[in-house]
């Protein structure tokens, strides 16, 4: 069975900094394609950044600012944030698909505030 778990949100203020870390278990962590997703109250999950092997991507909102990287060795993946904004604010999720279907994270929260 696959589990992700989400951790490493918490209150920043603007210009801060954090990095959320995915721990993953029951796939070949490897292989996988893992995605980073946000949802701010009130609108839909948005798409942040992805990681495949060693192929990044991100959404044009958080480019020079966020980082994901991932450490197989430890089934992590990571998502360092700098420059936070207070449009930041959201809960975290992980994902990652597999032959069984698409697995999420319970999600950690985020906030940018001062």
């Known amino acids: 069975q696959v589990q992700l778990v989400e951790s490493g949100g918490g209150l920043v203020q603007p210009g801060g900094s954090l990095r959320l870390s995915c721990a993953a278990s029951g796939m070949l962590f490897s292989i996988a394609t893992m995605g980073w997703y946000r949802q701010a109250p009130g609108k839909q999950r948005e798409w942040v950044a992805r990681?495949?092997?060693?192929?990044?991507g991100y959404t044009d909102s958080v480019k020079g600012r966020f980082t994901i990287s991932r450490d197989n060795a430890k089934n992590t993946v990571y998502l360092q944030m700098n420059s936070l904004k207070p449009e930041d604010t959201a809960v975290y999720y992980c994902?990652?698909?597999?032959?069984?279907?698409?697995?999420w994270g319970p999600g950690t929260q985020v906030t940018v505030s001062s």
């Open positions: 994902h990652t698909n597999s032959p069984s279907g698409g697995y």
């Open positions: 990681i495949s092997g060693g192929s990044t």
